[in-house]
């Protein structure tokens, strides 16, 4: 089993940065992909980011160019810094892991899930 523990939402004026943090525990050999995904009020749960293992990085289009997602092998933990915040970017930040290649940008196919985090972006 694998446990993920967001940390570092909250609320932040339009234009703010936020650095969101993401720790696993437990069989965190097992994870190849860390994603980043976020849910607003009323909508479904949307893909924001992922990094594979080695490193490499995806984004929704959404994101691109304004977040960067980062990850830290040695401490288990992945990290996704916020530049440039809109209001549209409100949302509960979930971290999740994912097995098996190759990467996905849906939520059901990822196989552990933290808790959630929010983040608000006031205007």
């Known amino acids: 089993q694998v446990q993920l523990v967001e940390s570092g939402g909250g609320l932040v004026q339009a234009g703010g940065s936020l650095r969101l943090s993401c720790a696993a525990s437990g069989r965190t050999l097992n994870i190849y992909f860390m994603g980043w995904f976020r849910q607003a009020p009323g909508k479904e749960r949307e893909f924001a980011a992922a990094?594979?293992?080695?490193?490499?990085?995806y984004y929704a289009d959404s994101v691109k160019g304004r977040f960067t997602i980062s990850r830290d092998n040695a401490k288990n933990t992945v990290y996704l810094q916020m530049n440039s915040l809109k209001p549209d970017d409100t949302a509960v930040y979930y971290c999740?892991?994912?097995?098996?290649?190759?990467?996905?940008?849906?939520?059901?196919?990822?196989?552990?899930w933290g808790q959630g985090t929010q983040v608000t972006v006031s205007s």
């Open positions: 999740a892991g994912k097995t098996l290649y190759p990467v996905s940008y849906y939520s059901h196919d990822y196989d552990s």
């Open positions: 990094i594979s293992r080695n490193k490499i990085t």
